[in-house]
């Protein structure tokens, strides 16, 4: 949707080649793109090495929930690779299958990281309180943003424009405040799995550092693109105006 509105937009604007892509979305869609086959390429590495004290993926989740005095939440088996997820509504700490049954460094990194979400909600973490404020504004500037940006200046309605970018840059700001989010429930992770022994000194410690390592870069790679958009897109708005 984005990509047709930004074709259309420099046709009506008179631009021919859109160098604000080349310069801003294009570096940052690299950057995505590596980041992605980074995590994936730890992921399957330290899926193939097991754990020497032998916890599954479900058994370390659950490490973490009884280090934080945790009763409330449900760790349950659900379909898909790299689908592990913690929802709050629900209280269910959701591991896919080859995470929750496999002893693998990945596994217990992974499950334990979800585990870590569930300890920020139950201790009211406030990075994790401001991102849920943040959400329905995000939601909205998500599929209505760019669109109004684009009427309101195809209607020579300025103000319009700006609404359309601010609602936009919900976006960036949800990404923003999920850094930490996700920063801090891998530091928890590492620090139970550090304290309890559940993995050991070295290789199993350090690869699980190393595939926690490499999803992180994946928010902060969405970051950078969505940023790219945004200052795209207002060179285009602003740019656009000065031509006519």
Request: charged residues 15%.
């Amino acid at each position: 949707m984005l990509i047709l509105l930004s074709i259309y937009g420099m046709h009506r604007m008179g631009y021919g080649f859109d160098m604000t892509y080349l310069l801003l979305v294009v570096p940052a869609f690299l950057l995505s793109l590596a980041a992605q086959v980074a995590v994936k390429n730890a992921y399957r590495k330290m899926a193939k090495v097991y754990s020497s004290r032998g916890y599954t993926g479900a058994q370390a989740a659950a490490a973490v929930l009884r280090y934080y005095n945790i009763s409330d939440v449900r760790i349950e088996k659900i379909g898909g690779t790299l689908s592990d997820h913690f929802d709050p509504r629900t209280n269910v700490i959701s591991l896919s299958q080859d995470v929750y049954d496999s002893p693998s460094i990945a596994s217990v990194g992974i499950a334990c990281h979800e585990a870590g979400h569930a300890a920020q909600h139950a201790y009211g973490y406030k990075p994790i309180v401001w991102r849920n404020s943040i959400l329905p504004v995000c939601k909205i500037g998500s599929w209505a943003g760019i669109p109004l940006a684009f009427l309101g200046y195809f209607l020579g309605f300025e103000t319009l424009v700006w609404v359309g970018l601010l609602l936009y840059s919900a976006i960036l700001l949800f990404q923003l405040v999920t850094l930490p989010v996700e920063f801090d429930a891998s530091r928890r992770a590492i620090k139970v799995i550090e304290e309890t022994g559940m993995l050991a000194e070295g290789e199993e410690l350090s690869g699980a550092k190393k595939v926690l390592r490499c999803a992180a870069m994946t928010y902060v790679a969405s970051l950078a693109v969505t940023l790219a958009n945004l200052l795209r897109f207002i060179a285009i708005f602003t740019g656009g105006r000065k031509r006519e």
